[in-house]
């Protein structure tokens, strides 16, 4: 069974910075494709980030790119979502997804994270 949890979520300002991590336990991490996900109040999930097993390849959603970075640590077992220049519309919570495979993919994911909230204030 596979196991994530992330953490690092919290209150920031408009502008400010966050750190999420999520730990993931199980299986064989580094055979895992991990993603980040997030999801507003009445609104769906959507992607946000993704990352393949040696972290050389990375695909980010549109309203993300420039200001968040995905990073992996393997012998952590870690993968960690770099957040800047936040802004009141990345409010959210956040999930952690793993998928084992080779394809950085956008949407197919076989396990979750319970979330962490992300607030940003204007």
């Known amino acids: 069974q596979v196991q994530l949890v992330e953490s690092g979520g919290g209150l920031v300002q408009a502008g400010g910075s966050l750190n999420l991590s999520c730990v993931v336990s199980?299986?064989?991490?580094?055979?895992?494709?991990m993603g980040w996900f997030r999801q507003a109040p009445g609104k769906e999930r959507e992607f946000v980030a993704a990352?393949?097993?040696?972290?050389?390849?990375?695909r980010y959603a549109d309203s993300v790119k420039g200001r968040f970075t995905i990073s992996r640590e393997n012998a952590k077992n870690t993968v960690y979502l770099q957040m800047n220049s936040l802004k009141f519309e990345d409010t959210a919570v956040y999930y952690c997804?793993?998928?084992?495979?080779?394809?950085?993919?956008?949407?197919?994911?076989?396990?979750w994270g319970q979330g962490t909230q992300v607030t940003v204030s204007s």
């Open positions: 990352i393949s097993w040696s972290g050389g390849t990375t």
């Open positions: 199980g299986r064989t991490f580094s055979r895992y494709i």
């Open positions: 997804a793993a998928q084992p495979g080779v394809v950085v993919t956008t949407y197919k994911y076989d396990y």
